[in-house]
């Protein structure tokens, strides 16, 4: 079957090497045998779906098909920027608390630096997440520290206490006491120590995060 070019109606082909793909010997328009031509159909048809989905919210089904279309074309950016945009819930979740979508975000973050794809709406995102972030250390050092003041003043009046002898006065302040450390133990402070020792450098990739920033429980206003 003779294969006629679609731009210029050349019959004759050759093999680019540097391209990777057949051209016309004329006009050099590519050539697709029917396989590529239904790979790509393929793409084109998985892609609009998972689109499709991320416009419907259903984030699970999109990073489903998204998935196996990176595998394939591992360079694509817009594969990448769409599962960004899958896993975080359209830029939405701030948190990332489930594993498995943070993990396909974290990967495809580190190919958009490398493949120099990182895009103004993903580099917003970015920073918004990193401000969440600051915001609740903060928050969570400042609750810390209300339940330590507490603890120490409780140990402060039990001292009074025992040199007065006022032993109810002993009790009460010792249960006060063990009920604002238990309160400060709740607050996870191994994390706090933790992440005041290693800060997230400002530039990082933001789905790469050390699994002790997420013990840190989540406040109302942060969720
Ligand atoms: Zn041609």
Redesign the pocket.
């Known amino acids: 079957m003779e294969t006629i070019?679609?731009?210029?109606?050349?019959s004759h082909f050759h093999y680019n090497r540097s391209r990777m793909r057949m051209?016309?010997?004329?006009?050099?328009?590519p050539w697709l045998n029917p396989q590529q031509e239904q790979r790509l159909m393929e793409y084109d048809q998985t892609y609009a779906q998972a689109l499709q989905h991320i416009q419907a919210g259903n984030w699970q089904q999109a990073l489903q098909r998204l998935a196996p279309l990176v595998g394939q074309y591992p360079t694509d950016k817009k594969l990448h920027e769409a599962i960004i945009q899958a896993a975080t819930q359209d830029f939405s979740d701030m948190t990332m608390r489930e594993t498995a979508p943070r993990r396909q975000a974290e990967a495809s973050w580190n190919a958009l630096v490398r493949l120099h794809g990182i895009t103004p709406v993903l580099r917003r995102y970015a920073a918004q997440k990193q401000e969440r972030e600051r915001e609740r250390l903060q928050e969570h050092k400042a609750r810390m520290r209300k339940w330590l003041f507490r603890a120490a003043l409780c140990a402060i009046v039990l001292f009074l206490g025992l040199s007065f002898y006022s032993y109810s006065l002993v009790f009460l302040c010792f249960i006060g006491l063990l009920g604002c450390l238990y309160k400060v133990c709740l607050l996870d402070p191994l994390s706090l120590i933790y992440q005041a020792r290693h800060p997230a450098p400002a530039s990082s990739n933001p789905f790469t995060q050390s699994d002790w920033s997420y013990r840190i429980p989540i406040s109302k206003n942060h969720r």
Do not use: F, I, K, S
């Open positions: 070019c679609p731009r210029c109606g050349g051209e016309c010997d004329t006009c050099g328009a």
